[in-house]
């Protein structure tokens, strides 16, 4: 076998292996079952979720419905829209309507910064009445008990941060089964096991609980005006630079994905592998690849093609298939049939080319604006080169922003 097939099988097996890890770290880290974590007895400070609107996710009403009737005694939800236009601002206005002692509208003020979502925040985050806030996703639903585990993980005044591991469910398109299955093989189980295996906090914006005396201590959310990973960037702030720690909750919220198409999941991960490379080394970048271990173990096959290599593609490729439902099945409430395994192999092929395509750009199209995409994150208007070599000035520009 060529050393470069022998090397690309090795680099296939330590990624099953490691995805091995991580489905034991999530068996671990789970709660018993899908029921609300029992309540300590203690106190319900008042939380403001702060819920930045952006067009008509599926299901939204829904999704409103379930935040305007949650089982906590004390908080209220804002709803931001950056305009009368926007699609969604019509149900924001009838769920306030309808649910007038809980939910508030605010629309946002001017456009301080290049990421609308946080352009949101900091009009939301005026508006808050409370000292708690919970940054929740317009696609989101959670469990029960939700707001009294936030509210208990900020009793130890350590605490800096609360967020959740992600599942989806709803799924009726492939798309969206690919993308339920993603955020949950992927997105929070390495959430988990590298909070438990090596002691790094990866915050998620779709759930994130802070203190205002935290967020003000980081200059606001104006801080991260201009950063597209702002979830992440704050999350590292809150250990580096306040010395506070990060809870990743036991129960996940719920990415509720319905009907979206294979070409907006291939959208989607194309903008998210350049903004993860950007907030994480190169060498980091490319050992995550050994993650997606199917395309290498196809790969090795194909340099040194025989009935032997290709039973050992197809082995590693079945392997990580079951892998990803099993961890999906763990996480979210809805049940998953194995009939979702073939999807994995579709899934698997598009993320590969995703992230080898963030190896070398560095613009994304965002809610119809293309920007340029910097160390850590940090945004640009798309008027610079879109691949440019990543020289020692841009590491140390990624590892200020990071620091803090």
Request: aromatic share 8%; proline share 6%; hydrophobic share 50%.
């Amino acid at each position: 076998m060529p050393v470069a097939s022998l090397l690309l099988f090795s680099a296939a097996a330590l990624g099953l292996l490691a995805l091995a890890v991580q489905f034991l770290f999530v068996l671990r880290h789970r709660p018993r079952s899908h029921q609300a974590l029992p309540r300590a007895a203690t106190a319900s400070p008042g939380i403001s979720i702060l819920k930045p609107l952006c067009g008509v996710d599926d299901d939204l009403e829904a999704n409103l419905e379930q935040f305007a009737t949650l089982d906590y005694p004390r908080y209220e939800v804002i709803l931001g829209v950056k305009d009368r236009t926007d699609p969604a601002y019509a149900l924001a206005r009838a769920a306030v309507a309808r649910w007038p002692h809980v939910m508030k509208l605010a629309l946002q003020e001017g456009e301080p910064g290049l990421n609308p979502k946080v352009n949101q925040l900091i009009t939301l985050s005026a508006e808050a009445r409370y000292d708690l806030w919970v940054i929740s996703d317009s696609n989101v639903r959670v469990s029960p008990g939700y707001l009294q585990e936030i509210a208990d993980g900020f009793e130890d005044l350590d605490t800096g941060c609360v967020t959740h591991p992600i599942a989806g469910v709803g799924e009726r398109t492939v798309g969206s089964l690919m993308d339920n299955l993603h955020l949950a093989s992927s997105a929070a189980a390495g959430v988990i096991t590298a909070k438990h295996l090596a002691g790094k906090d990866i915050v998620v914006g779709k759930s994130m609980a802070l203190r205002r005396e935290d967020v003000e201590a980081l200059g606001g959310f104006f801080s991260v005006k201009d950063v597209l990973a702002e979830d992440f960037v704050i999350g590292l702030w809150i250990t580096r630079k306040l010395g506070k720690r990060v809870v990743v909750a036991r129960t996940p919220v719920f990415n509720v994905s319905l009907r979206k198409r294979v070409g907006d999941f291939f959208k989607r991960y194309l903008r998210w592998s350049v903004i993860h490379h950007m907030s994480v080394s190169t060498p980091t970048y490319l050992a995550q690849g050994l993650l997606n271990p199917a395309p290498l173990a196809l790969l090795a096959a194909l340099l040194a093609p025989s009935p032997e290599t290709l039973s050992m593609a197809g082995a590693v490729a079945c392997l990580k298939a079951l892998l990803d439902v099993a961890v999906f099945r763990l996480l979210r409430p809805e049940p998953v049939s194995w009939g979702a395994l073939p999807v994995v192999f579709l899934k698997d092929a598009l993320l590969f080319v995703a992230w080898f395509n963030g190896l070398f750009s560095r613009t994304v199209q965002w809610r119809g604006t293309r920007l340029h995409v910097l160390p850590g994150t940090r945004l640009a208007t798309a008027a610079v080169p879109s691949s440019p070599a990543l020289v020692p000035a841009e590491v140390t520009a990624r590892e200020e922003l990071l620091a803090g």
